[in-house]
């Protein structure tokens, strides 16, 4: 059962070829290096460097820059960072806590910060209307009134996202509550961040990025994997109990993470934080921007072994560019204290959005053949407009949208200004555990319909709704949507679905 599942996520995801729509053209894999077999090699235990963590935010200021460090042996990158920082320094937070910094823009383009996944007003949260010039800054402040989960932050200048996040602008915001805080999960050294981005090996040691009409298409795909801006990273554990908080911060790489020896794991938390109990799982997709928290055992272990976190092949034809097989990290098991933490039986409670109180329904269909216009990502037909505004929703509303995916390639669809539930995907079956709980971006599969219920609650004001696939957002997949207090402008915008029954 859980194979053929596996298997049918795996050729649904992968490719139109099974779902009788004829061949899927070939999309440049040959410009991928190397082979799978020797990239694996060279993650044997003794080589590598170790796992790189980023510094811990402090100060007033986050200033964005161009700099010059060391990522790869040998040369330095240029990259772009806050803090000069790659990756960006984590801001650690409280659940009641005012947050406070001041953006310096020093880069040679205008910039601005989005913080995603956390709900805060429609002026805290970097649309590219509020872009700053060169030379500019812009004051941030607002209260986080948002359960404590992993959350991050990247620029968001309008055409510009893939580039400076590509560069390397991207941190984790973590928030903590006192209700996370009372579980016996791993703390300090045995919970740690790994921020999964992948790069182009052609291009060490720089993070060139020019897009190509197939990058335009499938997005900017490298074919090697940095963790904390790491390369050829490893990581010494001890044998006992480890929180992992992952954030796929690729432009555009679907992975589907596993240990080498398909030992299982625990996700215990997605998007917006804990989910309701851990769930065993030996292996998991996570999209673009998506985050996961897991908990890995190391206890099976032997000291003196070494288990591969990787990303498994997928995909069901030759063609399809996502699905590369990719070494992601090595642990080394060593003799070394290990945490006192055990694996809670339950993690929080999650109040379930009821679909009968929904108050309106909205449909987004990508409805596009790549194919023949491969530098176009429209969303209902409509490319990104930072002027007009494509839906209104009646604050504090409980809406259910539908991404409907009629296109050869994955979105992973992201909402500014509210985190939501999955209600159903066409491509059936019970929710998964990478699903559950809040999410902020939802993966949908090509030739997929997916549901979510979302109920809005940021102060009224203009958001986002986009693909996370960053060079589909860049070329206009991006919809803007304003949270409004009177009903009346509501009502004539709210579309209702021609046909029930396939909402
Ligand atoms: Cu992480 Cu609008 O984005
Ligand atoms: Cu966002
Ligand atoms: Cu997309």
């Known amino acids: 059962m859980k ?10 995801a992968g490719s139109g070829i099974a779902l009788g729509l004829g061949a899927v053209p070939l999309l440049g894999r040959d410009r991928l290096r190397g082979s799978h077999g020797s990239l694996l090699e060279s993650k044997l235990p003794g080589s590598g460097n170790p796992l790189r963590f980023p510094p811990a935010y402090s100060g007033t200021t986050l200033t964005a820059a161009v700099t010059q460090q060391s990522v790869f042996s040998g040369a330095p990158t240029e990259v772009w960072t806050f803090n000069e920082s790659y990756p960006a320094p984590t801001i650690r937070v409280r659940r009641g806590d005012t947050f406070s910094t001041r953006l310096i823009n020093n880069l040679p383009d205008e910039t601005i910060i989005h913080w995603h996944g956390l709900v805060v007003p429609h002026e805290m949260d970097g649309h590219p209307r509020n872009a700053i ?26 055409m510009m996202t893939g580039p400076q996040v590509y560069k390397g602008m991207a941190g984790l915001f973590i928030v903590d509550d006192d209700e996370q805080d009372a579980l016996d999960l791993p ?32 997005g900017y795909l490298g074919d090697m994997i940095l963790v904390n801006g790491t390369p050829d990273p490893y990581l010494e554990v001890g044998r006992g109990l480890y929180r992992f908080r992952i954030l796929n911060g690729s432009n555009a790489r679907i992975l589907d993470l596993a240990l080498s020896d398909n030992s299982p794991f625990h996700i215990i938390g997605t998007d917006g934080g804990l989910i309701d109990r851990p769930y065993e799982v030996s292996y998991m997709f996570l999209g673009p921007a998506e985050r996961i928290e897991i908990l890995i055992d190391f206890s099976r272990y032997a000291a003196g072994t070494s288990v591969l976190l990787k990303s498994l092949p997928f ?26 933490a055990s694996m809670p039986a339950t993690l ?6 009821d679909e009968d109180q929904a108050k309106a329904y909205r449909k987004f269909t990508f409805r596009i053949d790549h194919s023949v216009t491969p530098n176009a990502h429209p969303i209902n ?12 929703v009646k604050l504090g509303d409980l809406e259910i949208w539908t991404f409907e995916n009629i296109s050869f390639l994955p979105h992973p669809m992201h909402l500014h200004g509210a985190q939501f539930q999955l209600l159903t ?8 555990a990478r699903d559950r709980g809040w999410k902020d971006t939802i993966y949908v599969r090509p030739f997929e319909t997916v549901r979510v219920i979302v109920r809005f609650n940021p102060a009224p004001g203009l958001f986002l709704v986009h693909c996370h696939n960053l060079e589909h957002e860049d070329h206009g997949m991006m919809l803007n949507y304003e949270v409004v207090e009177d009903k009346s402008a509501v ?8 046909r029930l029954d396939l909402w």
Not at 3 to 12: G, I, N, P
């Open 187 to 218: 703390r300090g050294e045995f919970d740690l961040p790994l921020i999964i981005q992948d790069r182009r090996a052609e291009h060490i040691p720089s993070f060139t990025y020019t897009l190509s009409n197939d990058d335009v298409q499938n």
């Open 425 to 432: 995907r066409s491509t059936g079956g019970e929710i998964e």
């Open 133 to 158: 010039a060169p030379g500019a800054s812009f004051d941030y402040s607002f209260k986080i009134n948002q359960r404590a989960g992993t959350y991050w932050y990247h620029p968001h200048p309008h």
């Open 348 to 353: 929080t409670t999650i109040e379930k959005l």
């Open 491 to 498: 009502e004539t915008q709210t579309r209702l679905p021609d």
């Open 381 to 392: 037909d409509l490319e990104f407009d930072m002027e007009r505004i494509d839906e209104r």
């Open 315 to 340: 995909g069901g034809s030759e063609g399809y560019v996502q699905g590369t097989e990719l070494p992601v990290l090595r642990f080394d098991i060593i003799d070394k204290a290990a945490s006192p």
């Open 3 to 12: 194979s053929s599942r596996r298997q049918f996520l795996k050729y649904a």
